[in-house]
């Protein structure tokens, strides 16, 4: 079982992404559900919960690549083989258009994710340099949704 309601991964090289996901905590916080941050350069896929709920949330760098230190969690993830059917997730990117694979490795991750058979609870983000409104709009979504799902858990 995971250690928290909540496993709230990120994947940054400066930053922006992990202090989204700080937000992310905070908003969980405030309603009651606990929330453990998690960087992806840090584990290794076989780390990823198995069941429960997850937010990520990813920068892309390079040509649509993961961010630097989140390469080899990216590279075994393609070679693994997990069953991510009891995961429900949701994705938030940031990128910037002016790059061709605006948002690519956020989008690359979602569909490995979802080949694992893990569930998208919500639509993926794809959030451009300016990040705050496009992020304000996401949590108003999905915080509401997470309330109420792992409201449900708990009395099941
Ligand atoms: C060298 C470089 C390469 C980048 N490549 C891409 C890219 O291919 N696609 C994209 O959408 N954004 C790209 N970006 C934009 C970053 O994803 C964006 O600045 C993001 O907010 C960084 O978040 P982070 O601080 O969490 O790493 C690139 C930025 C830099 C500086």
Redesign the pocket.
């Known amino acids: 079982m995971p250690s928290a309601d909540l496993i709230i991964y990120?994947?940054?090289?400066?930053?922006?992404?992990?202090s989204l996901a700080l937000r992310a905590q905070e908003r969980a916080q405030a309603s009651g559900l606990s929330a453990e941050l998690v960087n992806l350069a840090e584990i290794g896929p076989d780390q990823l919960i198995r069941e429960g709920y997850a937010l990520f949330?990813?920068?892309?760098?390079?040509?649509?690549?993961p961010?630097m230190d989140v390469d080899t969690f990216y590279y075994d993830l393609e070679a693994a083989d997990i069953d991510l059917s009891q995961l429900s997730y949701a994705m938030f990117?940031?990128?910037?258009?002016d790059?061709?694979?605006?948002?690519?490795?956020a989008r690359n991750l979602d569909e490995r994710l979802a080949s694992f058979g893990a569930q998208a609870l919500y639509p993926r983000a794809e959030?451009d340099?300016f990040?705050d409104d496009t992020y304000a709009e996401w949590e108003a979504g999905i915080f509401p949704l997470l309330e109420e799902q792992l409201a449900l858990a708990a009395t099941a």
Do not use: I
């Open positions: 990120f994947g940054t090289v400066t930053g922006n992404a992990e949330f990813v920068s892309t760098w390079g040509d649509g690549e961010p990117g940031l990128g910037d258009s790059y061709p694979e605006f948002n690519g490795f959030a340099v990040f």
